[in-house]
């Protein structure tokens, strides 16, 4: 009941948001921009997407390795694409990154290993994200009227370095274990310890996530290129360098879950910040709706795969696992 109400609450903010932006956009100049697209173009945005989503999925693989026994690379391919179902496509309390922890964890049952390197694995795309952005505010500042863009940069940058240094700190996870044990919350200390067991293993392992880093900034150059590319193909002609911090910045934004699948949110981002370099709103909408359709086209593959993975218990025990692990 719960989850209903989250979705439903969910569906109308994003009803509301595309209401709002909607009463923006000049439909005829929109059309016409949808029109004069070249599907060439777009075709080959949405194929540097899958080029981008393989790098991921040899990623993951190898921040498995020191945690756990790996699957196969084409075990991960189904695993990572009913991910990509849940996380863009399939409205449900159960994340993608939950149902990629459970599957990948399944056979060896080391939930709390697969759960370590599922977070290790955004988190290195995250960080090589938050990275580029930075570079980009010192290398080409951008100021635009009534959007702190570089303070919205380097903010989440060095929230997300302080959480990571928590992350990877024994003493902390000391104590708040010790803290657990003495209230008699010994299930839940049982569970932080092995998940915080799993990270100090992968923080002896700093060649494997130095590597997974550079594979993440190689990944997150093409998911900013995949939105270049399909800018070029509406023949909108914005500076590469605008996209590299624009991403960044949607990419955070649509993060925020208030609405469903970041739907209304991204499209609010491309709007604003696009806009105050001079984009008419038809044009950042155009690229917005865009922008979430390839993503949620990349994703439907996913609810194939999972018809051939799922079992009758399988939703039951990913939302147990989500609950226990959140």
């Known amino acids: 009941m719960k989850g209903t109400l989250i979705a439903l609450a969910k569906a109308a903010v994003t009803a509301l948001l595309f209401f709002y932006l909607f009463r923006k956009v000049d439909f005829r100049h929109f059309g016409s921009i949808l029109r004069s697209a070249r599907l060439d173009i777009l075709l080959l945005a949405f194929a540097v997407m899958w080029v981008g989503h393989y790098i991921c999925i040899f990623r993951w693989r190898m921040l498995m390795r020191p945690l756990m026994p790996v699957l196969s690379l084409g075990q991960l391919f189904g695993i990572y694409c009913i991910g990509l179902f849940f996380n863009l496509t399939f409205p449900t ?13 399944k056979p060896s049952k080391l939930y709390a290993q697969s759960f370590a390197a599922t977070f290790l694995d955004r988190d290195a795309g995250m960080l090589a994200m938050m990275i580029i952005a930075c570079l980009i505010t010192l290398i080409h500042p951008v100021t635009l009227s009534g959007i702190p863009v570089n303070l919205i940069v380097w903010a989440s940058f060095f929230a997300f370095l ?54 993440s900034l190689v990944n997150q150059l093409l998911a900013i290129s995949v939105t270049w590319v399909m800018a070029v193909g509406l023949r909108l002609h914005v500076s590469i360098l605008y996209f590299l911090l624009f991403v960044p910045v949607i990419t955070l934004i649509s993060m925020i879950p208030v609405s469903l699948n970041g739907m209304g949110l991204r499209e609010y981002a491309f709007m604003s910040l696009f806009g105050a370099i001079g984009l008419a709103p038809a044009s950042t909408m155009a690229l917005g709706l865009l922008s979430s359709a390839i993503i949620i086209l990349s994703s439907l593959p996913g609810g194939v795969v999972y018809i051939f993975f799922r079992n009758r218990n399988d939703v039951q025990q990913m939302a147990a696992l989500e609950t226990d692990f959140s």
């Open 162 to 215: 302080l959480a990571n240094v928590v992350i990877f700190t024994p003493s902390l996870h000391r104590f708040l274990t010790r803290f657990l044990y003495v209230f008699h919350l010994s299930r839940i200390a049982a569970k932080i310890d092995a998940i915080s067991n799993a990270f100090q293993i992968m923080g002896r392992h700093w060649p494997v996530l130095a590597n997974s880093l550079a594979i």
């Open 93 to 105: 309390v159960v994340g993608g990154d939950v149902v990629k922890m459970y599957y990948a964890g």
